[in-house]
């Protein structure tokens, strides 16, 4: 009977519990995002775009939000991140590629509640689809548009003259890891720059671009620079990538090397093994700590003038 006693109250407990607990500390309702959504200044006339530009260094960058599939599941807090994302990541994306393929300069971001579940880029059409609920179930994971905003720059390499095909997809993770928003605050903790026991071998390796720029690169030379020229040359012919490397390493410690022989060398140094993983977003990770790579980069590759 002793028994029968306490269990009413230990039910009530976990239904007081329950009852409280929040089901999403950051998201408001969809009726909430909808409301807001009318109060902002920078939505036209037509209620289903955000329209924002600014000059910078002398350039003119515009940004459209659609939101004509938006059904209110990304927050609408969300578009200022998504907003100052655009006009601190793409500018300096744009500075050190644009101007190859003349990139544009004025980018669409739809939010849909429909097609591929995360995101993806039409660098013809200069438009990237954000899927609606993909923010709202991964708060901060702003960079995916980091990602998107690569392939936007790069215009699109020739994939039939790629050495792999898998190069746009690995320099758009690259320019994700050296152009990460708010210097990686959010993007180190929700994504990992994989390691050479993750990506083994030259076809996939994001990091070791990171640590080929690192080892070569200056204020007088950006081999990521030449790399994505030769990755969007229409002329250039695939079989000749083994020459193509040996001219990249001219005039830096890997010169006279193959690619291979220095592929070899990435793996066994430090940095391909030292982990990219931030605990949180007021800390760096132990490779930012040993080699501020990301700083290094921004500041000594190639801007056009």
Not at 43 to 71: A, V
Not at 121 to 143: E, G, P, T, V
Not at 160 to 171: A, M, R
Not at 260 to 281: C, G, M, N, R, T
Request: charged share 35%; hydrophobic share 35%; proline share 2%.
């Amino acid at each position: 009977m002793k028994r029968l006693r306490i269990l009413p109250k230990m039910l009530i407990f976990a239904l007081v519990l329950a009852a409280v607990a929040p089901l999403d500390v950051h998201a408001g309702s969809i009726e909430d995002n909808k409301a807001a959504l009318a109060k902002r200044s920078d939505l036209d006339e037509t209620g289903k775009m955000l329209k924002t530009s600014k000059t910078i260094d002398g350039i003119k960058y515009s940004l459209t939000i659609d939101l004509t599939k938006w059904d209110g599941y990304t927050d609408v807090e969300q578009f200022d991140h998504i907003e100052n994302l655009f006009y601190e990541v793409y500018p300096q994306m744009y500075r050190r590629f644009g101007d190859y393929k003349k990139a544009t300069t004025d980018v669409t971001i739809a939010i849909e509640d429909e097609g591929y579940e995360i995101a993806s880029a039409n660098s013809k059409k200069n438009r990237i689809h954000l899927h609606d609920k993909y923010l709202d179930k991964h708060y901060d994971h702003f960079d995916v548009l980091t990602h998107e905003l690569a392939h936007i720059v790069h215009g699109g390499f020739v994939r039939d003259n790629l050495e792999f095909p898998k190069y746009s997809e690995v320099f758009a993770d690259y320019c994700r890891y050296i152009y990460a928003y708010k210097d990686g605050r959010y993007n180190d903790k929700n994504w990992v720059l994989p390691d050479a026991n993750t990506q083994k071998t030259r076809e996939t390796s994001v990091r070791f671009l990171v640590w080929l720029d690192k080892e070569t690169s200056s204020s007088n030379r950006d081999i990521i620079r030449d790399f994505f020229e030769v990755c969007c040359m229409s002329d250039f012919k695939k079989e000749k990538w083994g020459e193509m490397w040996k001219s990249l390493f001219k005039g830096t410690k890997f010169e006279g090397k193959t690619i291979d022989e220095v592929w070899e060398i990435y793996k066994k140094s430090e940095f391909a093994y030292l982990p990219a993983k931030a605990p949180d977003k007021d800390t760096k990770s132990e490779l930012l700590k040993k080699t501020d790579v990301r700083n290094f980069i921004r500041k000594n590759s190639y801007t056009f003038k």
